[in-house]
């Protein structure tokens, strides 16, 4: 009905044959779990005047295709759409300055996605298993990626790291399809198993401002033939560059004093 103002937690979690609704226009919350496994939804249309969606709320939707997010809504929730398989477009509204861990894995269809200007940080896990997403913008406020947040892009192939950025997490871009990065000049951290399985990447140049690189790395990077590796770090972690085939040429700087197994 029309006087609806909010729809509560769980209200109508596992309806799983509930394919599409209309959120009636005065509703202004969408508690958390509200859609939550209700896998043959395949359209959600959401008012104007919406201005938070709970952690879950469409969880489980394996057959919702497209969303609209109102611009009202300033933040995206963990697990928003956690396993929307079929999603392949969204729109994030520009006031949107925060988006929760998980909120997009395993949307395996989605094409691509534009990331607001307000957005700091990317979260854990956020886009990890989405390999159609081809190319990807990171905004130029963004200091950190989160653990896994790209994990599993197969098609990702290439990213523009803002210059701002000072901390890539552990298996942030594992498992994509990354041919080419570059990273900033004020880049200090990259975490363990951050590239492993880059498997397009064929070079690659890291900053002397990075002075931490975690174990495997760059593990099992068939296609690396050339690193420069920064005048800062004084060790090369564990497996590093474990099972890199095609590894030709690495300078090690004078810096280094210990080279892991």
Known sequence: PATVTSIGDSAFK????????????AVTKIGMYAFYGCESLASATLPDGLTSIGESAFYGCGSLTNMAIPSGVTSIEKNTFYGCRSLTTVT????VTSIGSSAFYGCENLTGVTIPSGVTSIEKEVFAGCGNITSISIPSGVTSIGEKAFNGCSRLATVALPDGLTEIGNF?????????VDMPDGLTSIGESAFTYCNGLKSISIPDSVTNIGTSAFAFCKGLVSVGLPNAITAIAHGMFSNCDSLAQVT????VTSIGD
């Open 14 to 25: 596992s309806c799983k044959k509930l394919s599409g609704i209309t959120v009636p226009a």
């Open 92 to 95: 994030i509204p520009e006031n």
């Open 172 to 180: 942030a871009f594992a498992y994509s399809g990354l041919t080419g």
């Open 252 to 255: 090690i700087p004078a810096s």
